[in-house]
């Protein structure tokens, strides 16, 4: 299967201060990643997708400059937490579609446990 | 608007016995597919199985099984012989439109925390 990479697997950082979190797909080309976030015990919030080459695309209530997301090669994504405030812990997690069999698995990547203090 | 329910917010099962957990959607698209994932303690999401709606058969996966019921929208997994390490979240998806899409992102359900006793 195709494999999906995070760096860093958890980071602690101050109030005020910016994060960037990067995705790879380390055995594909994934023109386009998706953002997402989840709180303890609770589902994964789809925050952005992702595209190569172009501005990524928002969900409805999340602030992209806030969240800066840049696509900048067909492997490798990248999410800036910006001005990070406590309320931004969380653990955001990457993913990309792959097939190599005509379904479009969503490939995950282990996740960035963000913890603002 | 795709939907997709999960309704037990956590199942209890003693080992070696067979569980399902609870998936139902809501969509108005012909083509679309379903999925399942693990989350263990460590957060990493394991694909288990996937449907997809035109599919006649129901999936299945060694241990894991899709109870597909299109007309009552319903995509239940059945997990048989449960084993300790079956221990974790698990989450219902479903990916809007055709499957065969990079470009769409899964919806996911709130996701049912399944607790395995020995």
């Known amino acids: 299967g195709a494999v999906v990479s995070q760096h860093p697997s958890w980071v602690i950082c101050k109030s005020g201060t910016s994060v960037k979190i990067e995705c790879r797909s380390l055995d594909f080309q994934a023109t386009t990643m998706f953002w997402y976030r989840q709180f303890p015990k609770q589902s994964l919030m789809l925050m952005a997708t992702s595209n190569e080459g172009s501005k990524a695309t928002y969900e409805q209530g999340v602030e992209k400059d806030k969240f800066l997301i840049n696509h900048a090669s067909l492997t490798l994504s990248t999410l800036t937490v910006t001005s990070a405030h406590p309320e931004d812990s969380s653990f955001y997690i990457c993913s990309a579609r792959y097939t190599d069999r005509g379904l479009y698995e969503q490939y995950f990547g282990p996740g960035t446990r963000l913890t603002v203090t | 608007a795709q939907k997709i329910t999960q309704t037990q917010p956590g199942m209890f099962v003693q080992e070696k016995e067979a569980v399902t957990l609870d998936c139902t959607y809501d969509t108005s698209d012909q083509s679309y597919g379903l999925f399942w994932y693990k989350q263990p303690s460590s957060g990493e999401m394991i694909f288990l199985i996937y449907?997809?709606?035109?599919?006649?058969q129901n999936a299945t996966e060694g241990r894991y099984s899709l109870n597909f019921q299109k007309a009552r929208k319903s995509a239940n997994l059945v997990i048989s012989a449960s084993q300790l390490g079956d221990s974790a979240m698990y989450f219902c998806a479903m990916s809007p439109g055709p499957a065969n899409q990079a470009g769409t992102a899964l919806i996911f359900g709130k996701g049912t925390t399944l607790s395995v006793s020995s």
């Open positions: 449907q997809g709606s035109y599919d006649e």
